[in-house]
């Protein structure tokens, strides 16, 4: 059985910094995407992040100069960098996966920006 446990979530001030991580367990080969999406209250959940395996990149536009994403291909593990963080950027974080056109998703993790 294939999971996505994030990490690094956590209460930071605006204009401060958090990086997510993302590691997958279980048997499974590669992702061929990776990502990360999130959640605010009342909101459905939106894109924040991708990365392919061939090196692609997607991004939010409200993220675009401010975030980054990379993964570790051979650990089936991906990273998400934030920086210049604002109060709208607070939401629960989910891990997205995808491999074989098969999707996987983490529980999601909790990042609140408030001063």
């Known amino acids: 059985q294939v999971q996505l446990v994030e990490s690094g979530g956590g209460l930071v001030q605006p204009g401060g910094s958090l990086r997510l991580s993302c590691a997958a367990s279980?048997?499974?080969?590669?992702?061929?995407?990776m990502g990360w999406y999130r959640q605010a209250p009342g909101k459905q959940r939106n894109l924040v992040a991708t990365?392919?395996?061939?090196?692609?990149?997607n991004f939010a536009d409200s993220v675009k100069d401010r975030f980054t994403i990379s993964r570790d291909g051979a650990k089936n593990t991906v990273y998400l960098q934030m920086s210049s963080l604002r109060p709208e950027d607070t939401a629960v974080y989910y891990c997205?996966?995808?491999?074989?056109?098969?999707?996987?998703w983490g529980q999601g993790i909790q990042v609140t920006v408030s001063s």
């Open positions: 997205n996966g995808v491999s074989a056109n098969r999707e996987y």
């Open positions: 990365l392919t395996i061939h090196g692609g990149t």
């Open positions: 279980g048997t499974i080969a590669r992702f061929d995407v």
